[in-house]
């Protein structure tokens, strides 16, 4: 972070992608965006946006989500491999500089994109310089934390209503990155407890919170007859399936 400032009073550094799938360990990201997000909402120039061929088909249902389509993707987008690549190397050099990187959902995003690497033999986010100490803030598991029994879904779209942020471009990874840093932002200003917490227990924190709820929303589940069901808790990063 900047100084001694509080880590949302800062450059933050949003991050998402828009995929082929909902499993993250298999999905292929299509597009991804790295923005560098400044305290007066400018956007900074070391932002960047990547349109990537996925290597494989883009199925309708993701196509109708995020506008890019199959064929789209194989005539203008990067080699996955170069593209997923150069994302990581984005990431790594932001928080290596400190940058806070706001994920709204990092379970989903970080597990895909350490995927990809893995899928293309590149060095994983957990052998990247900084990567135990990069500080995530995900305001997806803040907001279930500190407003555990509001009613209604928990989606990107209904965090931007709840939270009165104006936003655009929605399931654009620019966008909802943007989107993602306001948000984070409105959270601070809303909870001093969220505003005030230093990086390594706010990190901490996050990944309490992330199984807490996973537990609690397992037995709601459970207990409406999906007996078997099981719900994953762990955050930021999700162990790889072999």
Same mark, same amino acid.
């Given at each position: 972070? %900047? ?5 949302? %009073? ?16 298999? *999905? ?41 389509? +199959? ?107 943007? &989107?993602?840093?306001?948000? *984070?932002? *409105? ?7 969220? &505003? ?31 007996? %078997? ?12 399936? +072999?």
């Amino acid at each position: 972070m %900047d100084g001694q400032r509080a880590w949302h %009073d800062s450059t933050l550094v949003g991050f998402d992608l828009e995929t082929t799938g909902t499993d993250p360990l298999t *999905a292929r990201v299509v597009t991804a965006a790295v923005v560098h997000h400044q305290v007066d909402d400018g956007i900074g120039g070391l932002s960047r946006r990547w349109l990537v061929d996925p290597g494989i088909d883009i199925p309708e249902a993701a196509a109708a989500v995020h506008g890019i389509t +199959t064929a789209h993707a194989r005539t203008h987008g990067e080699q996955a491999a170069s593209a997923v690549a150069a994302v990581a190397d984005a990431l790594t050099e932001a928080w290596s500089a400190g940058l806070p990187i706001v994920i709204f959902n990092a379970a989903y995003d970080v597990t895909l994109l350490n995927a990809e690497l893995l899928r293309h033999r590149l060095a994983p986010l957990t052998e990247r310089t900084g990567w135990a100490d990069a500080l995530i803030i995900d305001p997806l598991v803040i907001d279930r934390a500190v407003d555990r029994y509001r009613r209604g879904k928990r989606t990107l779209q209904d965090a931007v209503q709840h939270y009165r942020i104006q936003a655009g471009g929605a399931h654009s990874a620019d966008g909802d990155a943007v &989107a993602a840093c306001r948000v *984070a932002r *409105a959270i601070a200003m809303r909870y001093p407890e969220v &505003a005030g917490a230093e990086a390594a227990a706010l990190l901490s924190q996050q990944r309490v919170w992330s199984t807490e709820w996973a537990v609690r929303f397992q037995a709601y589940l459970r207990s409406r007859g999906q007996a %078997d069901v099981v719900i994953d808790g762990t955050w930021p990063l999700r162990v790889h399936r +072999t």
